[in-house]
Nanobody
């Protein structure tokens, strides 16, 4: 069974930084795309950033220049370095992994709270 486990969320003051991690277990194949999504209070889930197996990255306009997504040395791991955090970044952050055959999986989410 494929499982994704996120870590690194927490409470931080505006202007601070956090680094989220996502590790995958239960699968041998390498990912096609991994990414981070978030869902703020009363909002729909939205894309934050993705990275392809070739290393191509994609960011939401709201986080460009502040967040950096990267893949780890361990298979099917991904990180999100978040700098210059703003109160509007407050959300539950979810990790997603997609494989070339179409299957995709989600983590349970990690809470990020940015105080003003």
């Amino acid at each position: 069974q494929v499982q994704l486990v996120e870590s690194g969320g927490g409470l931080v003051q505006a202007g601070g930084s956090l680094r989220l991690s996502c590790a995958t277990s239960g699968v041998i194949s390498s990912f096609n795309v991994m990414g981070w999504y978030r869902q703020g209070p009363g909002k729909q889930r939205e894309l934050v950033a993705t990275i392809s197996s070739a290393g191509r990255t994609n960011y939401a306009d709201s986080v460009k220049g502040r967040f950096t997504i990267s893949s780890g040395n361990a298979k099917n791991t991904v990180y999100l370095q978040m700098n210059s955090l703003k109160p509007e970044d407050t959300a539950v952050y979810y990790c997603n992994i997609r494989f070339s055959w179409g299957a995709d999986y989600w983590g349970q989410g990690t809470q990020v709270t940015v105080s003003s």
